[in-house]
């Protein structure tokens, strides 16, 4: 019943899993902020974290009306974060 009223309205559900992002709130992670960074990064395969535009293109993107058929998505937005294999050196 739950699942045939969200449809019914139009209820789209979808999550963004975002990956470290440069925000403000990395400076609350931790005193020595440039060793955060630097574990932080080191979980990410592309090597940097995320802007927040990068994080932003998508949650536009699932607000698009060529974006309806999508819903009960999760979508990593993460430098290859959840691949699990670390920056390569």
Partial sequence: M???LAFRFFIY??????GPAATEILATLGPDIDKV???LTSTVPLGRMGAPEELAWRIVQLVDPHAAWVTGA?????GGQTLGVGRQR
Avoid: K, W, Y
């Fill in 2 to 4: 739950h699942g045939s």
């Fill in 13 to 18: 559900v979808n999550a963004i899993a975002p």
């Fill in 37 to 39: 960074h630097e574990e």
């Fill in 74 to 78: 999760v979508i990593p937005v993460d």
